[in-house]
C-alpha cells in the first residue's frame, strides 16, 4: 500500500516532477536580473533559459508540456505553474515590452512572441557585432575597461559562430588565428595609436592574465602614455607561464630609454621573485638588441635605476607635485613618508611590509609624529625608505585630528566635529588630492578676490554688509566679488513673482493665487492653510481656509465658477508659483478643458428633478458625473441605456410583499392576489381579463440567450373595495388559495413544479425552455424563445391582473445589471439604507469586518442597557449576506450575542458596518461563458466557540467562477479531533452538493461528472477514500458516512487544497487583512461602483 501511495503521489507535489512549484518560487521573483530592453535579447535569453533549467520549467516554454484539456487533472497544476512563469518573464521586461505582452496568458506565448520580435538572425547579428568591435576604441579608460568591453563582445560572436572544439592540428591554428584576430583588434583600439606605428607595444592573448596579474596591468595604462613615436623597432618575448604571452617593443628613441628600463626592472624584479628564468633572459636579450647604447652604458643606466625609487614611483613622480606635499589617500592604511625631516617624533618599530601600488613590497622601518599645523598632528606615521610621496590616510587622519573628511569632485575639507570649522583642504592636482593647511592657503591667496572669499568663508558665509568693516576686505572692488558655490546651495530658496509693471486691462484678466500653511495652530473649524486670490486689475483679495492643500482644485473651480455667475466675467489666466496643487491631474484638464475649442455642452441622462432646487437632475455620460443644470435641450428620441450597464435608481415603486392579512372573502367575492382588486376563480376556459387578479409579472426578451427580468407588485387602485380584515386560522387561507390556483394555471400551460424548489416551474417542449420563480405574488420569468414567451404571457394575462414591469433590475431588494460579459447582482441600496439609519454614512470605512483572534465569546465588558437596537443592527446584515458572502463568518458570531450583547458585541458591529462602507455597492459577478462544472470547498474550525468547544463549519461552491451556495454555522456535536470536525463538515458539503445537483437537473443540466471537493485536511480525506473503519471513525455518527457513499458512486470526487488557498476558510474564522482580501477575490465578488 505504501508503494501505491508512493505511486499515486500529485505532480505539484513531486519535487522531480516539472508541475513542482518550491516555497521560493514565488511570483514576485524576476527570471533574470538584467530586464529585457530590446537589443540585449541574446544575453537575457541565455540567462532565461539557465534559470528555467534550474527550475525545471524548460519544457513549459519549447512546447514538451502543452496547455492540458479544462476538464483534465492536471490543468490546475499546470496553470498554477503556467502563471508563476508569466509573472516571472514579465518581471524581467521593460515596462514598454511588458505592456505589448499583458494581454498573453500562457507562457509559452510570451516567449514565442519575444523571441519572433528580437531574436535577429546570426549573420546580421555577427556583423554587427564585428563592426563594433572593430570601431571600438579605450577611449581615455583603462586597459581592464577597455578589455572588458571586448572581451563581451567575443564572448557573443563564439556563441553565435562557435569554433569547432576538436583536437587536430587545423582545430588548434583556427583558434590560434582567432586569437591573433581578437590580438590585432585590442591593439588598434588603444589610446595613441598614431605613436604606435609599424608594431603593437603589448598584447594580451589569456583573458584572465590581466586579472591575475594586477602589477603588469597597472603599469601598461601608465607606460602607454610615456612612449613617444616609435622607430627602428626591435621585439623580445617574455614568457610569464602557459598561454600569456607579452611583448614589449623597444625603440631607438632615446627620450623612451628610461621608460623601457623601466619595465625591464620590474620584469628583472618579478622574475628574481619568482625565480622565473625566462624572463631574465627576455632583460638580456633585451639588452642587447637596443641599438646605440654600449653595454657598459646600459648596466650604468641599469645600476642609475636600481638606487633611484622604484618604478612605479618614477612614473608616478612624472605627474605628482614636489616630494613635500602630501597626497591625501583614501586607499593607505596607515600615513607613510620617505623623508626624515619631517618627523617631529619617531623611533625605531620592527620592519612592517608594506605593499606599494606596483605590487612590490618593502618594509617600514620607523615611525612617529609630523605636524602639518592648524594643529594637524599625523601620529603613527611611518617611515617608508625611497618614498617618492607623502600619503595622508583618510581613515588615520579622521582619527588623529577628529574631523571630518568631504570629497567633491575637485576639492577635500577637513572639518572640525566639535566647531564644524574646517581645518584643513585637498585641492585636486593631475587626478590626487593635495593637502594644503589653512595657514598655507592664506600665504598663498594674494589676489583681492582670494581675499574676500576666505573671509566670506571665514565669518560663516555672510552678506556683502559685514565684510566692508573688515579692512583686509574694504578695499576690494565689487566687481571681484565673485558667487559662492556654497551660499547658493544652502541659502536658494523659491523665487518670488517676476518683478513687473504691466497690469491687466480689466477685471479677472489676470488673478494671483498662493497658499499658505501649514499653521502650528489650527483654527476653530481644523483648518491650517488658506488660499490667497488677488485680482491683478482690482487688487481685491479672497482667501479661503482649507483643511489640506488638496482643497486647491476645487476652491480654484468654485471661485472660476463664481466670477461666471457674479460677475459676469471668465478668469483668463491663473498666475501661482507652479506648485504640485496646481499643476495636479484634476487642474490642468480644468485648464485645458476652459478654451475656444472647448466643447460647449455634455453628452447626459435624465435622472428627474432635484427637490428645492430649480432646473433637472443629469447624469454626464463621460465623466460619470451627476449634477444639475438649468440649460439642457431634451433628444427624446435617444435612448444610451438600452441594454443595461449597471444596476439602476430605485423604481418609483417599492417591493410590497403582502403579509397575507386579508380574511377569506365570500363566494361572491374572489380572494385578492398582490392587491386590492378581487379575483375571480373559475374552470377552462380562464375568466376574462376584466375580473382576474393583479399580479406583478417579469418581462423577458426573448433570443439567443435567457433574459431574466423581475418586478414588485403594483399598488392598489384606489377604487377597489376594502379586503375584509380577518384574525385566527382564517389568515393563513388566502396564500393557499393563491399558491393552488396559481400551480393549477402553471400546471395547465404544461409547466412541471421542481421537486428540489417548490417554487421553480418549467416548461420545456423541443427547443423551447421557460422557467418561472414564484416569491408570493411577484414571477420572474426567463426562456430562450420570444414566441412562446409571449403566448405563455398573452396565458397569463388572461388568467390574472398582470403588469409587466420589464428586464430584471430590482427584485426583493436585489440588483441586478447585465451585461455582454455576465450578470452582476448587488444590495447597494439596501446597504447604504443600513448606513443612514444606523448614522454611520459619514464614518471612516474600516478594511476588513472583523478583527483577528477577536475573543468576542468570552468578553466581559458591561452589558447593553437596551439590546433592542443592537439585535435590530444585526438583523438587517443577515439579509445583505446573499450577496456579501465576504461578511457571512462575522454576521454568523454576531448573531450569537443576541440575547445578552455587551459594548465590545456593539463596536464590533459597527465595524461591520463601517467595512460596508468601504464599498456598499460590491457584490456577486456572474460569467455568463462560465462552464457548467460545480467546484466545491469545505473547510472546518475546530473547537472555535471557547464555551461549547463545538466547531464551525463553512463551506463555499462555485458554478466553475459563479458563486452559487455559502454557509457559516457552527456543528451540532463537539468534535474529538480536527479530523472529525472536517469530516462533518465534508459531510454537510456533500449533502448541498446533492441538492444542486438535483435542482440543475431541474433547469435542464445533466452533471454527468463527479463534483470536486476540495479539503485542507489531510486525515479527512484519507477517512472518506479509505472503507476500512478504524480507532478514529468508529466514533463518529452515520450520518457522515453519506461522504463516502457519494464518493464509492462516483457522484464526488475529493482533492486536496493548501490552507492559503483553502475559499472556505474565510467563512470559518477572522482573517488578517492581506489573507481576507485575497480569499474575497477567489469568492467571485466584484465593486463596479465608484467609491463613497
Given amino acids: 500500500m505504501a508503494k501505491d501511495a508512493e505511486t499515486s503521489k500529485p505532480k505539484h507535489l513531486d519535487p522531480t516532477s516539472e508541475y513542482y512549484l518550491s516555497s521560493q518560487a514565488n511570483s514576485g521573483n524576476s527570471l533574470t536580473k538584467d530586464t529585457l530592453k530590446g537589443d540585449n535579447y541574446v544575453a537575457w535569453e541565455q540567462s532565461a533559459i539557465l534559470t528555467l533549467k534550474s527550475h525545471n520549467k524548460l519544457a513549459f516554454i519549447d512546447g514538451r508540456i502543452t496547455k492540458p484539456d479544462p476538464e483534465s487533472e492536471d490543468f490546475l497544476a499546470w496553470d498554477i505553474v503556467n502563471s508563476t512563469l508569466c509573472s516571472w518573464i514579465c518581471n524581467s521586461l521593460d515596462p514598454p515590452i511588458h505592456a505589448t505582452v499583458s494581454r498573453l496568458n500562457e507562457a509559452k506565448l510570451i516567449w514565442d512572441s519575444l523571441k519572433t520580435r528580437y531574436s535577429i538572425p546570426n549573420r546580421p547579428r555577427i556583423y554587427k557585432l564585428w563592426s563594433d568591435a572593430s570601431m571600438t576604441t579605450q577611449g581615455g579608460a583603462s586597459v581592464i575597461t577597455y578589455y572588458t568591453k571586448l572581451l563581451g563582445m567575443w564572448e557573443e560572436l563564439l556563441t553565435l559562430s562557435p569554433l569547432e572544439s576538436c583536437g587536430c592540428p587545423k582545430g588548434t591554428e583556427k583558434m590560434n588565428r582567432y586569437q591573433d584576430i581578437q590580438t590585432y583588434q585590442f591593439l588598434m583600439g588603444l589610446d595613441d595609436k598614431k605613436s604606435l606605428t609599424g608594431a603593437s607595444l603589448v598584447a594580451v592573448t589569456l583573458p584572465r592574465r590581466l586579472v591575475f596579474m594586477p602589477k603588469m596591468g597597472r603599469l601598461l595604462h601608465g607606460l602607454l602614455a610615456l612612449f613617444q613615436p616609435l622607430q627602428g623597432i626591435q621585439t623580445v618575448h617574455l614568457q610569464d607561464g602557459p598561454g600569456a604571452r607579452f611583448v614589449i617593443g623597444w625603440v631607438t628613441h632615446r627620450r623612451n630609454v628610461i621608460a623601457a628600463l623601466v619595465l625591464l626592472r620590474l620584469a628583472s624584479a618579478a622574475a628574481t621573485q619568482n625565480n622565473n628564468p625566462s624572463l631574465s633572459q627576455a632583460q638580456a636579450a633585451a639588452t642587447s638588441a637596443l641599438p646605440g647604447l654600449t653595454p657598459e652604458q646600459m648596466q650604468r643606466l641599469i645600476t642609475f635605476l636600481e638606487s633611484s625609487p622604484s618604478g612605479t614611483n618614477s612614473l608616478v613622480g612624472k605627474s605628482l607635485p614636489p616630494t613635500h606635499t602630501w597626497l591625501i589617500d583614501r586607499g593607505a592604511s596607515h600615513h607613510m613618508m620617505g623623508k626624515l625631516n619631517f618627523f617631529s617624533s619617531i623611533c625605531d618599530i620592527p620592519p612592517s611590509p608594506v605593499s606599494l601600488p606596483d605590487g612590490l613590497q618593502t618594509n617600514a622601518i620607523k615611525a612617529g609624529s609630523v605636524s602639518l599645523g592648524d594643529g594637524i598632528t599625523l601620529r603613527h606615521m611611518l617611515y617608508v625608505p625611497n618614498l617618492a610621496v607623502n600619503l595622508i590616510s583618510v581613515s588615520c587622519l579622521a582619527t588623529d585630528a577628529n574631523c571630518f573628511v568631504a570629497f567633491s569632485n575637485d576639492i577635500c575639507v577637513l572639518q572640525d566635529r566639535t566647531s564644524k570649522s574646517s581645518i584643513g583642504l585637498g585641492k585636486m592636482h593631475r587626478g590626487v588630492f593635495v593637502f594644503q593647511p589653512l595657514s598655507t592657503a592664506t600665504v598663498a591667496s594674494v589676489s583681492e578676490s582670494e581675499s574676500y572669499e576666505l573671509w566670506h568663508r571665514r565669518m560663516g558665509h555672510p552678506s556683502s554688509q559685514p565684510l566692508i568693516h573688515l579692512p583686509t576686505v574694504s578695499v576690494v572692488s565689487p566687481s571681484l566679488k565673485t558667487i559662492c558655490d556654497v551660499c547658493c546651495r544652502a541659502k536658494h530658496s523659491r523665487t518670488v513673482f517676476p518683478d513687473s509693471t504691466s497690469r491687466a486691462m480689466d477685471i479677472f484678466g489676470l488673478v494671483h493665487c498662493d497658499i499658505w500653511g501649514p499653521y502650528r495652530v489650527s483654527t476653530i473649524s481644523g483648518t491650517k492653510y488658506f488660499l490667497t486670490i488677488v485680482d491683478d486689475y482690482s487688487r481685491a483679495v479672497w482667501v479661503y481656509l482649507m483643511h489640506d492643500k488638496g482643497q486647491t482644485g476645487t476652491l480654484l473651480q468654485n471661485f472660476c465658477n463664481m466670477v461666471h455667475t457674479q460677475f459676469g466675467k471668465l478668469v483668463k489666466i491663473i498666475r501661482s508659483d507652479n506648485g504640485h496643487e496646481f499643476d495636479s491631474q484634476p487642474m490642468t484638464q480644468f485648464y485645458n478643458d476652459h478654451d475656444k475649442f472647448s466643447p460647449r455642452s455634455r453628452r447626459c441622462v435624465f435622472l428627474g428633478y432635484p427637490p428645492g432646487k430649480k432646473g433637472w437632475r443629469v447624469y454626464d455620460l463621460e465623466t460619470n458625473q451627476v449634477f444639475f443644470s438649468r ?462
Fill in 631 to 1092: 440649460d439642457v435641450k431634451f433628444e427624446e428620441t435617444v435612448f444610451p441605456f438600452t441594454t443595461p450597464l449597471g444596476p439602476s435608481p430605485t423604481p418609483a415603486t417599492t417591493t410590497f410583499c403582502p403579509a397575507w392579512d386579508c380574511a377569506e372573502h365570500p363566494t361572491a367575492s374572489p380572494p385578492v392576489i398582490g392587491g386590492d382588486t378581487p379575483l375571480v376563480t373559475g374552470g377552462d376556459p380562464p375568466p376574462s381579463p376584466a375580473a382576474t387578479p393583479s399580479l406583478g409579472l417579469s418581462g423577458i426578451t426573448a433570443g439567443p440567450d435567457p433574459e431574466i427580468s423581475s418586478s414588485a407588485s403594483p399598488p392598489s387602485s384606489p377604487t377597489a373595495p376594502s379586503p375584509t380584515l380577518g384574525r385566527g386560522k382564517r389568515q393563513k387561507k388566502v396564500p393557499s388559495v393563491l399558491k393552488d390556483y396559481l400551480s393549477t394555471a402553471l400546471r395547465s400551460y404544461g409547466f412541471l413544479q421542481s421537486h428540489a424548489d417548490h417554487t421553480l416551474f418549467t416548461y420545456r417542449k423541443g427547443d423551447v425552455f421557460l422557467s418561472v420563480l414564484v416569491y408570493v405574488d411577484d414571477l420572474t420569468l426567463a426562456g430562450n424563445n420570444s414566441t412562446a414567451y409571449s403566448s405563455f404571457k398573452k396565458y397569463l394575462n388572461n388568467c390574472f391582473k398582470l403588469k409587466d414591469l420589464g428586464p430584471l433590475k430590482y427584485f426583493l431588494g436585489i440588483e441586478a445589471a447585465r451585461g455582454p460579459c455576465g450578470l452582476f447582482l448587488s444590495q447597494r441600496k439596501y446597504a447604504l439604507d443600513i448606513l443612514s439609519e444606523s448614522g454611520l454614512s459619514a464614518s471612516k470605512p474600516a478594511a476588513f469586518p472583523m478583527e483577528q483572534n477577536h475573543g468576542l465569546a468570552l468578553a466581559g465588558g458591561p452589558l447593553l442597557s437596551d439590546p433592542g437596537p443592537y439585535r435590530r443592527l444585526i438583523g438587517r446584515p443577515v439579509y445583505l449576506t446573499i450577496t456579501r458572502p465576504d461578511i457571512c463568518y462575522a454576521v454568523h458570531v454576531l448573531s450569537q450575542f443576541m440575547q445578552s450583547p455587551r459594548s465590545q458585541h456593539w463596536d464590533a458591529a459597527l465595524q461591520v458596518l463601517r467595512y460596508l462602507k468601504a464599498a456598499p455597492g460590491q457584490g456577486l459577478f456572474l460569467p455568463a461563458n462560465s462552464p457548467l462544472q460545480i467546484y466545491a470547498f469545505c473547510d472546518s474550525d475546530w473547537a472555535s466557540c471557547p464555551l461549547t468547544r463545538r466547531s464551525v463549519t463553512g463551506n463555499f461552491v462555485s458554478l466553475r467562477n459563479s458563486p452559487i451556495s455559502w454557509r457559516t454555522k457552527k456543528q451540532p456535536t463537539v468534535s474529538r479531533s480536527s479530523a472529525e470536525a472536517e469530516y462533518r463538515s465534508m459531510a454537510v458539503t456533500t449533502c448541498e452538493l446533492t441538492w444542486l445537483k438535483s435542482f440543475l437537473l431541474s433547469l435542464g443540466v445533466h452533471h454527468d461528472r463527479p463534483i470536486r471537493l476540495f479539503c485542507d485536511n489531510q486525515a479527512a480525506l484519507h477517512i472518506a477514500s479509505n472503507p476500512v473503519f478504524h480507532e478514529r471513525t468508529k466514533h463518529i455518527e452515520i450520518d457522515c458516512h453519506y461522504v463516502r457513499e457519494q464518493l464509492l458512486a462516483a457522484n464526488i470526487s475529493t482533492a486536496h487544497v493548501r490552507t492559503a488557498h483553502q475559499v472556505a476558510d474565510i467563512f470559518t474564522k477572522a482573517l488578517g487583512r492581506h489573507q481576507f482580501h485575497y480569499l474575497c477575490g477567489k469568492l467571485g465578488i466584484r465593486n463596479l461602483f465608484a467609491p463613497t
